[in-house]
Antibody, heavy 121, light 109 residues
């Protein structure tokens, strides 16, 4: 079955960088767009970025442009998110999510369990 | 930027009752709207996409309707496992803009 497992979260000081990973299994990873979505404690959901399945095409939510870098490694079924110059407001659970369709439909049909990032000195 | 407003913020109901949740968009979004369910400590689960299409494995007591700016998620008869927070989500194709509503909490009365 489809499985997404995030890792790399933790408690980090402001101004530092962090790289989150998502390992996928149970489907042909190379054929699906993949997303990052975050959720601050007690708050709603916020889309971060998408990496399409082909042609190195990716896109960020306006609020995420500049400090966030999404990448993927289809040979290892892995999705990554690098967050630079971390701020307190980046504190959130970061979810990896699969796009509903191989045509990148921009809905999320499978989610990982999330990895918590806490930015604090 | 399209803003999605969900109402009510909280819905207090008993098991067996029906629920009606609303999601209003600040602009016409056609039928490009999805609904998710999230339980405490869990990731969201896709229920409905394209306003009215049930995702795989979703019971038929969940139904979505609407188009343009007004959308509804209906739960015909609440089961104990349906008490959760529900989010709506809009998407555009290009440039991709994916936004969520603030959520409606369905709690046990």
């Amino acid at each position: 079955q489809v499985r997404l497992v995030e890792s790399g979260g933790g408690v980090v000081p402001p101004g530092t960088s962090l790289r989150l990973s998502c390992t996928a299994s149970g489907f042909d990873f190379s054929k699906y767009g993949m997303h990052w979505v975050r959720q601050a404690p007690g708050k709603g959901l916020e889309w971060v970025a998408v990496y399409w399945y082909a042609a190195s095409v990716h896109y960020y939510a306006d609020a995420m442009k500049g400090r966030f870098v999404i990448s993927r490694d289809n040979s290892n079924n892995a999705l990554y998110l690098e967050i630079n110059s971390l701020r307190a407001e980046d504190t959130a659970v970061y979810y990896c999510a699969r796009d509903l369709s191989s045509n990148t439909y921009y809905y999320f049909d499978y989610w990982g369990q999330g990895t918590m990032v806490t930015v604090s000195s | 930027e399209i803003v999605l407003t969900q109402s009510p913020a909280t819905l207090s109901l008993s098991p067996g009752e029906g629920a009606t949740l609303s999601c209003r968009a600040s602009q016409n979004v056609g039928s490009y709207l999805a609904w998710y369910q999230q339980k405490p400590g869990q990731a969201p689960r896709l229920l409905i996409y394209d306003a009215a299409r049930r995702a795989n494995g979703i019971p038929d007591r969940f139904s979505g309707s609407g188009s343009g700016t007004d959308f509804t998620l209906a739960i015909s008869s609440l089961e104990p496992e349906d008490f959760a927070i529900y989010y709506c989500q809009h998407r555009t194709n290009w440039p991709p803009e994916l936004t969520f509503g603030g959520g409606t909490k369905v709690e046990i009365k």
